[in-house]
């Protein structure tokens, strides 16, 4: 039986400071699983979010979410930590949680911040719309 699996990202962001503004180019993500996605336990997130930065002091961009599991239309829960974010290119990719975790810092100027998302899948999980809001937060370097 096919399974075909529906993801959508919502993402919020304030800064803490008014002298520091955080844009984000892309708001939610929208992708159906297909059953080679399955077979590999994941997919990638087509292209990536831009976060751009515009600051007059240094900084430090966090992420988070305040859910425990994706909302869904059924009633089966898919815990946050299978959706994964790294910088682009770099790394190995880190589980979402509630806790703030580091994204980039930086210093006084603009500057382009590239995120790419993983999410992890099983033929375990039942087909559905699975939806999780992503807090990114902007502070002056050493305020969270």
């Known amino acids: 039986m096919k399974k075909i699996i529906f993801f959508a990202l919502l993402f919020l962001c304030w800064g803490a400071w008014a002298e520091n503004t955080l ?7 929208t992708y159906q699983a297909k ?3 399955l077979d590999a336990g994941f997919f990638d997130f087509p292209g990536q979010n831009r976060l ?11 992420l988070r979410t305040d859910n425990p599991v994706f909302s869904a239309t059924g009633d089966y ?3 946050v930590g299978d959706l994964l974010w ?16 580091l994204v980039a810092e930086g210093q006084i100027g603009k500057t382009q911040v590239m995120v790419e998302y993983r999410m992890l899948l099983s033929w ?11 807090l990114y937060t902007l502070t002056s370097q050493g305020a969270q």
Do not use: C
């Open 23 to 29: 844009e984000i180019d892309t708001m939610s993500f």
């Open 35 to 37: 059953r080679k996605d």
């Open 52 to 62: 751009t930065v515009e600051a007059t002091t240094p900084w430090q961009l966090y």
């Open 77 to 79: 829960y898919k815990p």
């Open 86 to 101: 790294r910088l682009k290119n770099q790394g190995l990719y880190n589980p979402l949680t509630h806790s703030p975790q």
């Open 124 to 134: 375990q999980n039942l087909p559905d719309t699975y939806t999780v809001t992503l």
